[in-house]
C-alpha cells in the first residue's frame, strides 16, 4: 500500500474521535497538543494529516457530507412506506443536532463562516432533496395527496424544522424540544396525507407518541 493510502485510511480511524472532541469542548477550547494528546498521538504525527487546525475543522465537516450521504442511503434503502421513514429520518436529525455542542454553531459562525456556511448550504440542499424523494414516495403509495407542491411542502417542513431548533419557543413555552416535534410532525402528515395515509398515521400514532416519549430530552 503506498504511503498516501496508509496515511489516509489511519486519518479516517481518527475522524471520529476528533468529531467528538469537538463536540463536546468546542473548537477554540482545544488546541492541537490536546488533541493530539487525546488521541494518544503526537502533533508531529498530526500534522502528517493537514497542515493546520482550519484544515482539520474543513476535513471533519467533510466526513460530516459524507456521514449523512451514507445514512440517507440507509434510511432509502429500509421497506417502509413514506410516513414511517420520515418519522426515522426526522428522529435522526434530532439526535445529531442534539449531540452537538451549541459553542460549535457559534464558533463556527464566528471563526469559520466560509466553512460552515458552505457545509451548511450542502446539507440543507441534500436533505431538501430526500424531504422531495420522500414526499414522492408518499404520493406513489397514495399514502400523501397528489395535489400539493412538492418543493413548497419541502421547504416547509426543512425550515420549521430547523428553526425549532434555533428558536427559544422551548423556553419561552416551557416544553421540550419533541413536544414541538410531535406536533410539527403530526401537522405535516395531516397536511399532505389522503384518507390512507391518515388511516395508517392514526394506527400509529399512540406508538409513535410512546417512543417519542421515551427519547431523553
Do not use: W
Amino acid at each position: 500500500m503506498e504511503r498516501s493510502e496508509a496515511q489516509n485510511e489511519r486519518f479516517q480511524e481518527l475522524v471520529e474521535p476528533i468529531r467528538e472532541l469537538f463536540y463536546a469542548y468546542g473548537l477554540k477550547n482545544i488546541s492541537m497538543d490536546e488533541l493530539s494528546s487525546k488521541l494518544g498521538i503526537s502533533k508531529k504525527t498530526l500534522y502528517t494529516f493537514v497542515k493546520n487546525k482550519e484544515e482539520l475543522i474543513e476535513k471533519i465537516f467533510l466526513y460530516e457530507e459524507t456521514k449523512v450521504l451514507k445514512i440517507s442511503e440507509e434510511f432509502d434503502s429500509l421497506p417502509v412506506n413514506a410516513i414511517e421513514k420520515l418519522l426515522r429520518i426526522s428522529q435522526y436529525i434530532h439526535e445529531e443536532m442534539k449531540r452537538i455542542n451549541p459553542m460549535i454553531q457559534f464558533e463556527m459562525k464566528k471563526y469559520y463562516s466560509h466553512i460552515f456556511d458552505a457545509y451548511l448550504e450542502k446539507k440543507r440542499k441534500f436533505v431538501f432533496e430526500g424531504m422531495k424523494i420522500n414526499i414522492q414516495q408518499g404520493i406513489t403509495e397514495k399514502i400523501y395527496r397528489d395535489d400539493i407542491n412538492v418543493d413548497l411542502v419541502a421547504t416547509i417542513y426543512l425550515n420549521s424544522f430547523v428553526e425549532l431548533h434555533n428558536s427559544e419557543i422551548c423556553k419561552i413555552l416551557d416544553i421540550n424540544f419533541l413536544q414541538l416535534f410531535e406536533v410539527l410532525f403530526e401537522n405535516h402528515i395531516r397536511a399532505i396525507s389522503t384518507p390512507i395515509g391518515l388511516a395508517y398515521f392514526e394506527s400509529r400514532k399512540n406508538e409513535i407518541t410512546t417512543y417519542i416519549n421515551t427519547i431523553k430530552k
